[in-house]
């Protein structure tokens, strides 16, 4: 028997159309969204997997012609394809990726941390329906990656401006940061639905023995000395000191040097200090280590418990994001020159960095993903009030509702995944013979030419064990010179090195 010949079809027919309506708009809404970052997310999986290359493409396509990322993916788009360029030496390319997520992080700011209108529809989608903002190191890390194709493609201009700017969003980043946990601290305090006290439902859910075991490797993570970034800061520190225009920039090294001492415990960083602040000004060879890969977020469902007016309590699935660590990285680099043999040491733990974010953020993560569940949940719970005096329409309904309510239950997943793990650092005298030997303990090594009277930056890069190192040496002053490579479209004043076990890293 067909549903409009069934009795009572005069009432249920327009119910089940607004349901069926409202719950295909919402999941054909939600598909919009989800395709565009499940491209960006198959992206990052490629570039962690030693393949930026294929990341590439897989984010250019996503690009319609002359247009970018659209959507609330678009920030995160940018950084991904920045990073992707960056990894093939598509240095240009990669600094206007970078730059159009920097105006996005500007765009976002100059209006409510979220809109009412996006806060409301999050609740009855998905919170990956929210615009992606940027986190504090994202921030902060664009610029500095700007500065580092800058001073890769011979832009000391450019490369200055970046890593001013840096160094502006890194102060911005400390105070939005302070403010943002304040204000998340008195929304979850005041924050309360029709039956579900929300803030007591946050603060229930945080002490639950299986919420704790989920985040209890983020406890043993501090956050550095006023929440700075290290690498971006040695970086500036290094560049001022290879290329000062007065004594201005002397003092500015000075004082960045000065900070990332008091940050962290790098041996070289100390030594570097106790030479500029003695007047000496030897030439250095500066090599910054990038290895391994940060946390990338994934997905886990845990049962958490919402605290109604009633006083009851409910027992509810949420979806629910965690931090993945990932420790398949290249250790070390050991350096050795005609007169020295070094280890590079510690400078900026990305986990470290991405661990205390996170944790800052849970709250409000927690505060969003309870509200979301009481609108769904009451969404349902209204099809299903509205459709039982029919038991078949109400039957279509319930099924109607849980697709949509199993469609929508997803958590937030959304960071800049292709940055590092962490950042090392050392610095040796510049060899007289103008070459450094790099070398790792999993056996690959690389001879790199370094200016001999004056300052050379080198940048190593290893994205996994066993994947060819690629090692670019920038060398300023009066030791700069050597013929420059071409890669891809565009020219590079760097000098590109790679081991000989590639691994498919061109």
């Known amino acids: 028997m067909m549903f409009w010949n069934l009795p009572g079809r005069s009432l249920a027919f327009p119910v089940l159309c607004r349901v069926g309506v409202a719950c295909l708009s919402i999941v054909l809404l939600w598909g919009l969204v989800g395709c565009q970052y499940e491209s960006i997310r198959r992206a990052q999986l490629a570039h962690r997997d030693a393949a930026p290359e294929i990341a590439r493409e897989e984010l250019v396509g996503l690009l319609p012609p002359e247009a970018g990322f659209v959507g609330p993916h678009a920030v995160l788009g940018w950084l991904e394809l920045g990073s992707a360029d960056h990894a093939v030496g598509r240095y240009d390319a990669s600094s206007r990726a970078l730059l159009r997520a920097e105006a996005g992080f500007d765009s976002h700011d100059a209006r409510a941390q979220t809109s009412v209108s996006e806060e409301a529809f999050s609740a009855i989608t998905s919170p990956l329906s929210v615009a992606y903002r940027g986190s504090p190191t994202d921030r902060v890390m664009a610029p500095t990656l700007r500065a580092v194709n800058a001073m890769l493609a011979g832009d000391e201009a450019g490369a200055r401006s970046a890593l001013n700017e840096a160094a502006i969003r890194q102060q911005l980043a400390i105070e939005q940061r302070r403010s943002a946990i304040d204000a998340a601290r008195a929304e979850t305090r005041s924050a309360s639905s029709d039956r579900v006290d929300v803030s007591r439902s946050v603060a229930g859910a945080m002490a639950d023995p299986a919420f704790a075991e989920a985040f209890r490797s983020l406890d043993q993570y501090e956050p550095y000395r006023g929440f700075v ?84 309590v409910d027992y509810v699935g949420i979806a629910f994001p965690r931090l993945a660590f990932d420790d398949d990285a290249v250790g070390y680099l050991d350096l050795e020159s005609p007169d020295a043999l070094v280890r590079t040491e510690m400078l900026a733990d990305m986990d470290r960095l991405m661990a205390i974010e996170f ?148």
């Not at 225009?245 to 570097?272: I, K, P």
């Not at 605290?307 to 009851?312: C, P, Q, R, S, V």
């Not at 319930?398 to 940055?419: E, M």
């Not at 891809?488 to 000989?500: D, F, H, I, M």
């Open 229 to 312: 970034n290290p690498f971006s800061e040695m970086l500036h520190a290094a560049f001022r000191l290879a290329v000062p225009v007065d004594g201005a920039d002397r003092d500015r090294a000075t004082a960045l040097l000065r900070s990332v001492a008091g940050t962290v415990e790098n041996r070289f960083v100390r030594e570097a200090l106790l030479e500029v602040d003695g007047g000496e000004s030897a030439p250095s060879v500066h090599v910054f280590f990038a290895t391994g890969f940060c946390p990338i977020r994934d997905e886990f469902r845990l049962d958490l418990p919402l605290f109604f007016f009633n006083d009851t």
């Open 359 to 506: 944790r800052e953020e849970l709250p409000t993560l927690m505060r969003r993903a309870i509200i979301a569940t009481v609108a769904k949940t009451a969404a349902a719970y209204g099809i299903n009030e509205a459709t039982r005096d029919d038991e078949t329409a109400n039957a279509l309904a319930r099924i109607a509702a849980g697709l949509y309510l199993y469609s929508q239950n997803r958590a937030d997943t959304r960071a800049w995944a292709t940055l590092p793990k962490s950042y090392q650092y050392a610095r040796l005298a510049a060899p007289s013979d103008g070459r450094v030997l790099v070398s790792t303990p999993d056996g690959q090594s690389v001879f790199v030419d370094v200016a001999p009277d004056s300052d050379t930056i080198v940048f190593v890069r290893s994205l996994r064990p066993g994947v060819g190192l690629r090692v670019r040496s920038v060398r300023f002053g009066s030791g700069a010179g050597g013929a420059n490579v071409e890669e891809g479209p565009e020219k590079s004043a760097a000098t590109l090195y790679e081991s000989p076990t590639n691994g498919g890293v061109n």
